[in-house]
């Protein structure tokens, strides 16, 4: 009964053909020829390689995939393509990790009390946010995977569960690198709003020490550190050309970081990702979006149009 019960409920429903609706977008993008060839490219022959038992050295980057932002989410997508080789695994993972988030998120509305209408609600409010599709439609990034995770991590600490909590925030930071910035952000949100302590701190020192070992062992080992800073530095360039050159107008020079983070460009950006959901925001309950503050700040300093598509 409990077994019928479950397969019939509409959320898994709605998740199924969410899943194959994104699946087919990414697929006949592709089957068009527009997809793109750099990030993509990079991705399917590292984790072919990986599949092979091969260095997974980049003929784009010329370095090892760990090298560029230390996803070691790759050596698990490797299991895939060990069955058949494809990349169309890549846009299957990406369609059904973002689908699966509004299960977390169904999870997130009955525990703040709505009826399970109102929640099926929230669930597809998400899964109809634009920035979903077009994430979805824009090849594969490994960080999608991060999605569910994290909305399950914040699932997890506010129902106490510690072991759900690890396993969500250890996948989240095996995505990429700058993932941990967001783990640490939502450690302090844990800690200080929500008063989970436990929670909180695991986020806190995982996100800070990630981040460390990431960015001082792992990239550096495997790859170039000044190879992979270099690829990113020209989304700054108006702060310098260089990383130290970019830290130092970051402190020193607040009219020139001001002036681009209230720019017209950055408004029409935040209109993009809020008019969706305008309607149902308030400024009692933000505080979560604390999480959010590194990947919206690191966007905000970007000049760089594409990442504010």
């Not at 997130?108 to 597809?124: N, S």
């Not at 108006?238 to 607040?254: A, C, D, H, Q, R």
């Amino acid at each position: 009964m409990n077994k019928k019960l479950i397969s019939s409920h509409p959320l898994l429903w709605i998740i199924g053909v969410s899943a194959l609706i994104l699946f087919g977008c990414s697929v006949l993008r592709h089957e068009l020829f527009q997809s793109n060839a750099y990030d993509l490219g990079i991705f399917d022959q590292a984790i072919y390689l990986m599949s092979q038992a091969q260095s997974p050295i980049s003929s784009f980057l010329d370095f090892h995939i760990l090298g560029d932002h230390a996803a070691w989410i790759f050596y698990l997508l490797a299991l895939f393509y060990k069955i058949y080789p494809s990349v169309y695994w890549l846009f299957a993972v990406q369609a059904v990790a973002l689908a699966l988030a509004a299960l977390p998120t169904w999870h997130l509305a009955r525990h703040a009390d709505l009826t399970a209408g109102q929640a099926i609600a929230v669930a597809v409010v998400y899964l109809l946010y634009p920035l979903v599709f077009n994430i979805n439609l824009f090849d594969f990034h490994p960080e999608v995977i991060a999605v569910p995770a994290l909305l399950g991590a914040v699932l997890a600490a506010r129902l106490d569960r510690i072991g759900w909590f690890c396993l969500c925030i250890f996948l989240t930071l095996g995505c990429k690198a700058v993932l941990s910035l967001t783990v640490a952000a939502m450690g302090i949100w844990l800690l200080v709003f929500e008063k989970k302590r436990r929670c909180g701190a695991i986020a806190l020192v995982s996100g800070i020490t990630w981040f460390a070992i990431a960015t001082k062992i792992v990239i550096p080992f495997f790859g170039s550190q000044a190879a992979s800073v270099e690829r990113h530095i020209p989304r700054y360039a108006y702060l310098g050309n260089s990383f130290s050159e970019i830290v130092k107008n970051l402190l020193l020079n607040p009219g020139l970081v001001l002036g681009q983070v209230f720019s017209l460009e950055n408004l029409g950006y935040l209109l993009l990702l809020l008019a969706p959901v305008i309607w149902g925001l308030s400024v009692q309950a933000m505080q979560p979006l604390i999480a959010a503050l590194p990947t919206l700040g690191i966007n905000l300093l970007s000049d760089f149009p594409t990442q504010k598509t």
